[in-house]
């Protein structure tokens, strides 16, 4: 189990131990519990629907502008 940048603790996919392990840290640790979820809010401010939706068609006009320039040859 390792903390990420402050927000979240991560853990490997299937490790049921630390996940437990990470539920207990929580559960003992109120003010850093506190802390993460008000920094995970504060990093999810800048994911908003529009952000989201302007980051997207960027990134397909980019891949489609690459394959069709790929087609041209």
Not at 11 to 23: F, L, N, P, S
Not at 39 to 60: C, E, I, S
């Amino acid at each position: 189990m390792q903390e990420a940048a402050g927000v979240r603790l991560l853990v490997d996919v299937g490790d049921v131990h630390a996940i437990a392990r990470g539920m207990r840290f929580l559960v003992e640790h109120p003010v850093e519990r506190f802390q993460m979820g008000r920094r995970g809010r504060q990093a999810m401010t800048t994911f908003d629907l529009r952000r989201v939706l302007t980051m997207h068609r960027a990134l397909y006009r980019r891949t489609l502008g690459a394959a069709a320039a790929a087609v041209r040859g």
